[in-house]
């Protein structure tokens, strides 16, 4: 008679090479832990383009996007059929306390930016209560900041926050009126947005800002709306170049070159070092028990049995290391923070599919590892198995 699987077994070889055991798990976690990390890189780069918005254009200066526009093709955009509503953003640079204190600060115009980001939008991008949008309106020189930076800086509402300009000269002071949280992976929690009518006043009535933003009607093509705006200014001296919100995004991703090619070259070479880890000692876990496994064939367990239990050990053991990586990745980053992260990429954090990934990856070189030695036990012959030097 065939007897079962003895999973008894598994718990008892554990105990039996814990030493061995731990040091493997280890190793699995620190790689996991690794492609966690480099995985994570990957996605906030992608992130932007990813959640983009596929009904919203994005219009800056054929020339470059250093170079401003004229605030009043504001009208112009706006009036285009299948347009809905057009927000600008100006970017501000400027100084805070010491030039290391790096955030980003953007002059806005908050009641068109509530319509497209803000609760008057359809996606809620921007979350932030009503009370606090309608005082960020009414307050010339009061800023709203992303919850990041607040945690950063300990900023809340009420306080005061004191730039001196470089790119636009003065100096400015500005009331916080709002936190706001993120409602889509691609908003920044740490960023800080003030109005632009204030920054226009202090320069001397420029009227030009970085960008324009335009809503669209789901309805309409967006090819077609694109070749419409930028047909309005052809002829001018101040030319535009619109292109979706996606491939705008895509843009500044260019700007790192092969950079997620190579980070994932490097997980690949992480993922294989766990694997020939994991591999080494599931044969040498296979080694030392030919004389156990000869004693289980002669007692009537099949090869199959014999199989599974050397394959599950792997899986065990590289499992247990890659959860405990992937929690510790997600416990630090999410939790914990980086700064030095933080300083690039201010939403930085481990997602769910991040982690589901990273632990299906540690099943699946644990199985891969434990298949050879398994195939080896469940083939010999129980005389090979018994024999002393065999």
Known sequence: MKQPVPWRLLFAHLRRSWFRTTLTAAGVALAIFLLVLLQTVITELQSGVKYAGRSRLIT???????????????????????????????????VYIDDKNMFARFAVDPPTMRRVYGDLSAKKEIVLSTP??????????????????????????????????????????????????????????STMFFHWKYLDETV???????????????????????NEIDALFESSENRTRTQTEAAFNQSFVSMWGNVPALLGMIGGAV??????IALNTMLL????????????????????????????????????GGAAGA?????????????????FFPSFIITDETFAFAVGTSVIVGLVAGIVPAVILARIRVIDALSRFG
């Open 271 to 276: 993922l294989f070092a766990a694997f020939m």
């Open 327 to 343: 929690f510790a990745g997600w416990f630090i980053f999410n939790h914990i923070g980086v700064d030095a992260l933080g300083r």
């Open 132 to 189: 606090e949008w309608e005082a960020f309106e009414s307050d010339r020189r009061g800023c709203i900041v992303g919850a990041a930076l607040a945690r950063q800086f300990g900023f809340k509402v009420g306080d005061r926050i004191p730039l001196k300009g470089n790119i636009w000269p003065g100096d400015y002071e500005f009331t916080v009126c709002g936190v706001y949280s993120r409602g889509s992976p691609q908003i920044d929690e």
């Open 204 to 226: 001397g009535r420029r009227s030009v800002v970085s960008i324009f933003v335009a809503e669209l009607d789901p309805e309409f093509d967006a090819g077609r709306i694109t």
């Open 60 to 94: 800056t200066s054929a020339v470059s996007l250093f170079v401003n526009l004229p605030e009043k093709l504001h009208q112009g955009i706006e009036g285009v059929p299948g347009v809905v509503a057009v927000t600008h953003w100006t970017w501000f640079g400027g």
């Open 285 to 320: 876990n296979a080694r030392d028990r030919r004389s156990e496994t000869g004693v289980l064939k002669a007692l009537g367990y099949p090869d199959r049995a014999i199989f599974l239990l050397n394959v599950s050990e792997g899986i065990v053991v590289c499992t247990i």
